[in-house]
């Protein structure tokens, strides 16, 4: 039996209640375990995208399938766990008044109680080395500890598919690669959404360009971020002296 | 930046008060405050054996007079309103150092500075024994109905984002040369307050966002599952316990 991809978006179109058309049909296919980077220039559609993969917003057309199973109505608590977004904002993602309970609200929602709740969140915080600050209120941590929490609470539920919205957003550099270096030692499927283009070639092999709601390039990072017609056409840019084929 | 929320009200320590879960702790203040208010005005010795209760009770929990008496200054606005009282009730006169005061008045007075300052106090003692958030953990293990803890914990996590959030529209208002020394100036002051209310509720749709895609469907899961034993019970009901003879007393005398 062959394992289904942690993520099957098949011609996937939609149109906001204004009228405003987002997505022009995307196809996308994400292997299991795969790290892959959502590049595409301000208005391309990837929130909007992003926002279909758990069905908060539901397809005009097309479909989107998480590890086999159809987002739609009929399963969407289970959805919902298996689909782990971060918000690019942690202090829209962490709502509740202490680290530990927010990282126990999507395990708890889904069931969850007493020791083995404890053992979750406990498991979740300690893969992001934010262990120590269980019992503090997120607004007294600093902005990279803020968002690594936010990744132990959509790892707490076990997501097939881990999607990060700008994840090196406002950060320093130190919390930067701090980040990175918890996105590389997690075995999870990733999607990543950036416009750091250096920080999507440092952590995923592979690549997709959203460009006027269709995917206009799938392929290695690398290729992509040396292709300058494609580039120049995407309206994306590499910040000043990076040349991505010096950096090993 | 300290550990948890540390509400200039709360004093942190480990007394057995401390100790009680939060709502049997609002269960006791809800029931002595019950059993102050009903207590006749006139028995002024039962009012005096309440305060000695609450004392006893400060003592157990370790906190200082001077903290407690310095956080019932909140009381001071409202009994303003019982030092008129005895100038202006009609009724009966009596003469207090040459001033001629009501008798009904001098009474009125006493009643709600009495059991105001009484309920305050146990207010007080309540706030700086049990957390914040373990306040909000009580009600709703009280069974105020949901919507209104889930309100009183958002008010907890987010106060602090937006009165950040506040305070870098003043900075920025500075930085461009703003001062606020007027009635001229209201205009920009309220236009602030719109786009912050602005920038709250964009947030609040964000934050939904959040919590619908981590599985909310409209209840808080409740987390603690702690239970509460008869003996904890007793110990904390003991206030209103030890309060309730003295008020039938009162009422006797």
């Known amino acids: 039996m062959t394992v289904p991809p942690s993520l099957d978006v098949r011609g996937l179109a939609y149109a906001y209640p204004d009228g405003h058309q987002a997505l022009f049909g995307v196809d996308l296919t994400i292997g299991r375990g795969e790290r892959v980077a959502l590049l595409g ?28 199973l159809p987002v739609g109505r009929k399963h969407m608590a289970e959805i919902r766990r298996k689909v782990g977004i971060v918000f690019q904002d942690p202090d829209d993602q962490l709502f509740m008044p202490t680290v530990r ?10 069931g969850l109680r007493g020791a083995e709740l404890d053992a979750v969140v406990e498991r979740a915080l300690a893969r992001v080395g934010m262990a120590a600050y269980a019992d503090r209120p997120p607004h007294h941590l600093s902005f990279g500890q803020r968002r690594r929490v936010a990744v132990a609470t959509v790892l707490a539920t076990e997501p097939e598919i881990l999607v990060l919205d700008e994840p090196s957003s406002n950060l320093d550099p130190a919390s930067r690669r701090e980040l990175a270096d918890v996105l590389r030692s997690l075995d999870v499927t990733v999607l990543m959404v950036t416009h750091d283009l250096p920080y999507a070639l440092e952590l995923c092999p592979r690549s997709l360009v959203l460009s006027e709601g269709v995917i206009a390039a799938d392929g290695p990072t690398r290729e992509i971020l040396a292709d300058d017609a494609l580039m120049n056409r995407h309206r994306l840019e590499l910040p000043f002296g990076f040349v991505p084929g010096s950096v090993a | 930046m300290g550990a948890g929320h540390a509400h200039h009200l709360y004093r942190r320590g480990d007394s057995p008060v401390h100790g009680l879960p939060p709502h049997t702790k609002l269960a006791a203040v809800l029931g002595f405050v019950l059993v102050v208010v009903t207590t006749p005005r006139e028995a002024v010795w039962a009012f005096a054996c309440y305060a000695a209760l609450l004392a006893a009770v400060a003592a157990l929990a370790r906190v200082p007079a001077g903290f407690l008496l310095s956080r019932l200054a909140i009381e001071i606005p409202f009994v303003a309103f019982a030092v008129l009282m005895p100038f202006v009730v009609p009724g009966e006169q009596t003469t207090v150092l040459g001033v001629s005061l009501s008798v009904p008045g001098l009474w009125g007075a006493w009643n709600i500075l009495a059991k105001g300052t009484l309920g305050v106090a146990a207010s007080v003692l309540l706030a700086a024994t049990t957390e914040l958030r373990s306040l909000v953990l009580g009600l709703q293990r009280l069974g105020l109905p949901s919507p209104l803890v889930q309100i009183a914990s958002f008010m907890i996590r987010y106060g602090d984002v937006i009165t950040d959030e506040m305070r870098r529209m003043s900075v920025a208002r500075r930085s461009r040369g703003f001062e606020a020394s007027g009635v001229r100036h209201w205009g920009v002051l309220a236009k602030s307050a719109g786009a912050l209310f602005i920038r709250s509720y964009e947030r609040g749709e964000r934050v939904h966002l959040a919590m619908i895609s981590r599985g909310y469907t409209g209840t808080m899961p409740v987390l ?20 309730l003879p ?5 009422l006797l005398g």
């Open chain 2, 246 to 250: 003295i008020r039938l007393l009162a």
């Open chain 1, 41 to 68: 220039p301000n208005g391309a559609g990837k929130t909007t995208l992003v926002l279909h993969l758990n069905g908060i917003l539901a397809a005009g057309a097309g479909s989107v399938t998480v590890a086999g």
């Open chain 2, 224 to 243: 603690d599952a702690a239970t509460t034993t008869r003996t904890t019970w007793a110990r904390a009901l003991a206030l209103p316990l030890a309060a």
């Open chain 1, 101 to 110: 309970e927010d990282v126990a609200f999507g395990p708890a929602a889904a």
